[in-house]
């Protein structure tokens, strides 16, 4: 899981982005068609969703193959998903646990994201500067943001798909 700021510091920082967007757009246009293709391209961009996806996907399948082991008394391990908020201890209900889920998923989004919007920021800074690397620079581009994703979807997801697969091979040796 990624460790992120408070939620109004997040709050605080996507007003300031909000805010201070148009006051660089508007001092000319070329600045506002850049903002808008860089925009443009971070919504169309399938890295910016599939980390948070997979992440999403994994930790809820991990969550739902728990519930049999809950059911009969055993505790939960991973410390986000107790009561009493240390690991090992009683579990918190299911809603709870989908709760905690979608805003892991969502601040793994939000941090691909950030990360694709710096990455397209940077992009066209180089393509203004050196115009004759063009596909040099989409193709880094692309390369970082692929990168990015990827380790992002690793870390955020690979032991949760670990995880399901034990709880498989725990049911079928307990019969549950």
């Not at 000319?28 to 860089?38: A, G, H, K, P, Y």
């Not at 971070?42 to 930790?59: F, S």
């Not at 809820?60 to 505790?75: A, I, N, T």
């Not at 970082?144 to 690979?158: G, K, M, P, Q």
């Amino acid at each position: 899981m990624i460790r992120t700021c408070s939620p109004r510091r997040r709050i605080l920082a996507w007003a300031m982005a909000v805010a201070l967007v148009p006051i660089c757009a508007h001092a000319q246009s070329e600045r506002t068609r850049v903002v808008w293709d860089v925009t443009r391209g971070v919504l169309l961009d399938p890295t910016t969703y599939a980390p948070a996806t997979l992440a999403y996907t994994a930790q809820r399948l991990d969550w739902k193959s728990s519930q049999v082991f809950f059911e009969h008394g055993w505790l939960e391990r991973n410390k986000l998903f107790t009561v009493s908020g240390r690991p090992n201890d009683v579990p918190v209900t299911y809603r709870a646990g989908v709760r905690v889920i979608r805003r892991n998923a969502l601040s793994i989004f939000q941090a691909s994201i950030v990360n694709n919007y710096a990455a397209g920021v940077g992009e066209r800074l180089l393509l203004g500067r050196y115009p004759t690397r063009r596909k040099l620079w989409r193709g880094i581009g692309w390369a970082e943001r692929i990168a990015f994703a990827s380790y992002l979807s690793y870390v955020s997801s690979a032991e949760h798909w670990r995880q399901i697969k034990r709880n498989g091979r725990l049911v079928e040796q307990y019969g549950y």
